[in-house]
């Protein structure tokens, strides 16, 4: 094996890495945003009414609210609302 074949192929592997890196990014920064959205909108209190505990309800009231933003991203985006490649 030659330098050269060692160099291409550790560029490769750091090219598809930053593929990778940049497939995940928006998905990353819109949960962090959203994430962020919550905690200013929600207070501790009103979550801590909602889901008071670890029972099977509260496990289904977080997964139709997680479910209904899941939707609302998939309408704003299918509305061109939302520019994500």
Known sequence: MTIITVLHS???ALYMAFAM?????????LGFALSGIVQA???KREMS???P???PRSLAIACLLGGGL???FLRCRRT???AVP
């Open 10 to 12: 550790v560029l490769e």
């Open 21 to 29: 890196f940049w497939e995940i990014l928006w998905p990353l920064i």
């Open 41 to 43: 909108v929600v207070s």
């Open 49 to 51: 009414r909602l889901l």
């Open 53 to 55: 505990d670890d029972s």
């Open 70 to 72: 899941f939707l609302m």
């Open 80 to 82: 061109g609302a939302l």
